[in-house]
């Protein structure tokens, strides 16, 4: 007598999970970060220039004490700040009256470049309690985030939402899981066979 183990469809489901890519928080620890404010690195000022326009101030070296209101770059026309934490925290800062910011474009790319221990895997909201409409927040690449605030509605003058940037990390599947995923579609695919034959025995 033959005996046919059928895995669960959930059962089979969960094995298959456990190697999908998920994401942790990351480390920024030693970054150096490259911002631009609509596609031009002359909008975007860095902390290690001291905010001035020179060349190459869209370039700073994140803040390795993560000081309060210590922002890594401002924008060139001083709307938004940016504050980058070592673990992968990021708070957008509005420096003037909602009622004094002009409808337009309000696009920023900042890029790890080489100096990620870690691949970028998700860029999410955090506390939005200073906002009334969402930013648009994208993962460009593994060392690359964008952040859309055009359409962005602000509470008040110096108003805030947070971030936070997670690592890319692949799951360990448990031992056996991988075995167990094939042997639970072996199982389906024999009883399907089994069903569906006249006369099978049931």
Same mark, same amino acid.
């Given at each position: 007598m033959k005996t046919t183990i059928i895995l669960e469809p959930l059962v089979l489901a969960a094995a298959l999970t456990a190697t999908q890519v998920?994401?942790?928080?990351?480390?920024?620890?030693?970054?150096?970060?490259?911002?631009?404010?609509?596609?031009?690195?002359?909008?975007?000022?860095?902390?290690?220039?001291?905010?001035?326009?020179?060349?190459?101030?869209?370039?700073?070296?994140?803040?390795?004490?993560?000081?309060?209101?210590?922002?890594?770059?401002?924008?060139?026309?001083?709307?938004?700040?940016?504050?980058?934490?070592?673990?992968?925290?990021?708070?957008?800062?509005?420096n003037l009256d909602p009622a004094d910011l002009p409808a337009g474009d309000y696009r920023m790319r900042f890029d790890f470049g080489t100096s990620l221990s870690q691949r970028i895997g998700s860029f999410t909201l955090l506390d939005t309690s200073g906002i009334g409409s969402l930013p648009a927040l994208s993962v460009v690449n593994d060392h690359t985030i964008a952040i859309?605030?055009?359409?962005?509605?602000?509470?008040?003058?110096?108003?805030?939402?947070?971030?936070?940037?997670?690592?890319?990390?692949?799951?360990?599947?448990?031992? *056996?899981?991988? !075995? =167990? /995923? +094939?042997? *639970?579609?072996? !199982? =389906? /695919? +024999?009883t399907r066979r089994r069903s569906g034959t006249p006369g099978a025995q049931r």
């Open positions: 998920g994401a942790a928080p990351i480390s920024l620890q030693g970054s150096t970060i490259t911002g631009t404010y609509n596609d031009s690195a002359d909008g975007m000022l860095g902390l290690d220039h001291l905010f001035e326009a020179v060349p190459g101030s869209n370039t700073t070296a994140i803040d390795p004490d993560d000081q309060l209101f210590n922002n890594e770059f401002l924008t060139g026309d001083y709307r938004f700040a940016f504050d980058f934490t070592t673990t992968g925290q990021l708070v957008v800062t509005l859309d605030l055009s359409s962005v509605t602000w509470n008040s003058e110096y108003s805030q939402f947070s971030t936070q940037i997670g690592a890319a990390t692949a799951a360990v599947p448990e031992p *056996g899981s991988i !075995g =167990l /995923a +094939l042997a *639970g579609m072996a !199982g =389906l /695919a +024999l």
